[in-house]
């Protein structure tokens, strides 16, 4: 059973970067896609970004200049930096393998728990 | 604003059924397959419905997708009150080049 755990700080200061990880057990990272998702508060889920295991990204236009993702194979984990950060930034975050085999295939069928970040001074 | 529309909450009794529709344009749901995810409260989103029609292992079929043109519709049949949650549509616009979600509908078994 694979099994997504989200970790980072549940506080970071406007204008500074979000970095959150994704540690995956119970699985392989291959040949699955892993990718990050959030839903602020009174909002609906907002897709961030992915990153296939083998190397190639794609981000969520709208947020693709302060965003990076990374895949660490060995250690099996997913991170995302998210920089200069605000207060609409505040959100749930939620780890996701990703699965199809084209763009207009794609799901999300194992999901973490989610992370609260908050951004606030 | 969620790019793919859904009505906000439905309803129905134990037994019953509840219809969840997605609504969406060409360049998503018209071209694109689309899934639906199930989240309990306090807990992750779930797969419930992938490329429209198919489920993965251990979803019950009382879950089941469909897709028409541009809307796709969730159905669950045979209402329990363990399926109060709130429920998602996503699907890719490849248009937009990214993945975009309904705007999320609650379901009330009464």
């Known amino acids: 059973q694979v099994q997504l755990q989200e970790s980072g700080p549940g506080l970071v200061k406007p204008s500074e970067t979000l970095s959150l990880t994704c540690s995956v057990s119970?699985?392989?990272?291959?040949?699955?896609?892993w990718g990050w998702i959030r839903q602020s508060p009174g909002k609906g889920l907002e897709w961030i970004a992915y990153?296939?295991?083998?190397?190639?990204?794609k981000y969520n236009p709208s947020l693709e200049s302060r965003v990076s993702i990374s895949l660490d194979v060995p250690k099996k984990q997913v991170s995302l930096k998210l920089r200069s950060v605000t207060a609409a930034d505040t959100a749930v975050y939620y780890c996701?393998?990703?699965?199809?085999?084209?763009?207009?295939?794609?799901?999300?069928?194992?999901w973490g728990k989610g992370t609260t970040v908050t951004v606030s001074s | 604003q969620s790019v793919l529309t859904q009505p906000p909450s439905v309803s129905a009794a134990p037994g019953q059924k509840v219809t969840i529709s997605c609504s969406g344009i060409s360049s998503n749901t018209g071209n694109s397959f689309v899934s639906w995810y199930q989240r309990l409260p306090g807990t992750a989103p779930k797969l419930l419905v992938y490329?429209?029609?198919k489920r993965p292992s251990g979803i019950p079929d009382r879950f089941s997708g469909s897709r028409s043109a541009t809307s796709a519709t969730l159905d669950i049949t045979g209402l329990q009150t363990g399926d109060e949650a709130d429920y998602y549509c996503?699907?890719?616009?490849?248009?937009?080049?990214?993945?975009?979600f309904g705007s999320g509908t609650e379901v009330t078994v009464l």
């Open positions: 996701a393998r990703g699965s199809g085999l084209y763009h207009y295939h794609y799901y999300m069928d194992v």
């Open positions: 490329e429209n029609v």
């Open positions: 119970g699985g392989s990272i291959n040949p699955y896609f």
């Open positions: 990153m296939y295991y083998s190397g190639g990204t």
């Open positions: 996503g699907t890719w616009d490849t248009s937009a080049g990214l993945y975009v």
